[in-house]
Structures are given as C-alpha cells and as structure tokens.
Nanobody
Framework: QVQLLESGGGLVQAGGSLRLSCAASDRTFSSYTMAWFRQTPGKEREFVAQINWNSIAAETADAVKGRFTISRDNAKNTLYLQMNSLKFEDTARYYC????????????????WGQGTQVTVSS
C-alpha cells in the first residue's frame, strides 16, 4: 500500500500563497487518482481538488476555484496544491488521499490518507 506524507502548511496572511506537497512512498503513485481534502474541528472533511493518474483530468471545488491548482509529478511521486489568494476560511488541516480506478469527491471512497498539514490564514 502507498504511504503519503504532506508538507508545506503554515501560517500565512490573507491574500498570501502556499504550496502543499504530498510525497508518496513508491512508484505505484502514478496509478492512483489523487485528491486534497480539508477539515476543521467539528466539521466534516471537505473535498478540495482531485487529479487523475496522468493529469489529463483535474477539478477543484467551487470554494477554491480560480485560487487553488492541483498538479502532480509522477517522476517524483509527488502531488501538489498551489494555493493563492488565501482567505481566512481556507484555514484547515489539509490531507492528501489516493484511490485506484475511481473519480470521486467522496472521502469515504479514498483508500489511503496522509496525516495532514495545517494551514492557518490570518485575517
């Protein structure tokens, strides 16, 4: 099974940018649909973006559309989330997730998860 490790979170002022990374443990990474989710205490996990195995298909949630971009580098076994024009409401713990042979926004359908990285946006 693939192991995932997020990095790149931190504290940023509103309007600023961050780039999250998710490093996978092995080359099977290239066979997975990858996604980013986020969660704040007391709330359900929220879909942010997903990308298919060869980057032909990608989508973002309406809440982040035009500000966040998902990408991947299969040669480096790494998933990215470029976050621009950050808002206070983007504050959350961000998780990457992996699933094979599915295209879904449902967190319960993803098989593998990282431990998350905290993003805090100050207003």
């Amino acid at each position: 099974q693939v192991q995932l490790l997020e990095s790149g979170g931190g504290l940023v002022q509103a309007g600023g940018s961050l780039r999250l990374s998710c490093a996978a443990s092995d080359r099977t990474f290239s066979s997975y649909t990858m996604a980013w989710f986020r969660q704040t205490p007391g709330k359900e996990r929220e879909f942010v973006a997903q990308i298919n195995w060869n980057s032909i298909a990608a989508e973002t949630a309406d809440a982040v559309k035009g500000r966040f971009t998902i990408s991947r580098d299969n040669a480096k076994n790494t998933l990215y989330l470029q976050m621009n024009s950050l808002k206070f409401e983007d504050t959350a713990r961000y998780y990457c997730a992996a699933v094979r042979e599915k295209w879904t926004r449902s967190d319960y359908e993803y098989d593998y998860w990282g431990q998350g990285t905290q993003v805090t946006v100050s207003s």
